[in-house]
């Protein structure tokens, strides 16, 4: 089980965009995650007329270190660490480590 998910609303902890919110929308398994509205860079594009791609500079989202973000808390409105433990009836569920609460009640 991983500790940031796809959907999850997460908070960059360092770097240029600290202290930004977004979205993760794809979690790649060297580490990195990519979160919408976060680490946007100006890309140069060369064009291709035959797949219809237009050239010039676009913005574009670039990965970002899972260690450079934290979970949004919605308590204590801050990132928060996880935790990984089993429930009494076995589920396996994430946790929030400062007010021991579980992120998500669905298990794997």
Do not use: C, W
């Not at 959907?7 to 929308?25: A, C, L, M, N, Q």
């Not at 919408?36 to 010039?56: A, D, L």
Request: glycine share 12%; hydrophobic share 30%; net charge positive.
């Amino acid at each position: 089980m991983q500790k940031i998910k796809k959907g999850d609303e997460v908070i960059v902890r360092t770097g240029k965009d600290k202290g930004k919110r977004g979205k993760v929308s794809k979690v790649f398994n060297h580490g990195k995650v990519l979160v919408e509205g976060i680490n946007r860079v100006k890309k140069h594009q060369k064009g291709n007329p035959n797949s219809g791609v237009e050239g010039g500079i676009i913005d574009k989202d670039m990965p970002i270190a899972i260690s450079n973000i934290g979970l949004y808390n919605p308590e204590t409105k801050k990132a928060d660490r996880v935790g990984i433990k089993f429930l009494d009836d076995g589920k396996k569920v994430r946790y929030f480590k400062s007010t021991n609460n579980v992120v998500d009640a669905e298990g794997e």
